[in-house]
């Protein structure tokens, strides 16, 4: 989604990726907006949520523990917990 109108305050799709349930890319293509695109929401990924529901995993114990008593970065995490690289790059909806 990007942003469209005064401030980007309207979103509007530019980009469908669809994967199957192995996470395999089936398809995926850019969509040309109608409007002109006034926020690539390059900041953020667009995305809200109730602050009761966040959980902060840099203060989460045993996740500081695996990291030394430091504060751990989801990077990190994501590399000793899951075994997967993020945050190498830019966003990319099917990798």
Do not use: W
Not at 28 to 34: A, G, I, L, N, Q
Not at 52 to 67: C, E, Q, W
Request: charged residues 25%.
């Amino acid at each position: 989604m990007v942003g469209v109108g005064p401030r980007g305050c309207d979103s509007i799709l530019a980009r469908v990726s669809i994967v199957n349930a192995y996470g395999e890319c089936i398809y995926d293509t850019f969509v040309k907006p109608k409007e002109k695109v006034t926020d690539y929401r390059t900041f953020v990924l667009f995305i809200d949520h109730p602050r009761h529901l966040i959980r902060d995993t840099s203060k989460y114990a045993p996740f500081k523990k695996l990291s030394g008593n430091r504060t751990p970065s989801l990077k990190s995490l994501a590399a000793k917990l899951l075994g997967c690289e993020i945050q190498g790059a830019e966003h990319n909806s099917v990798s």
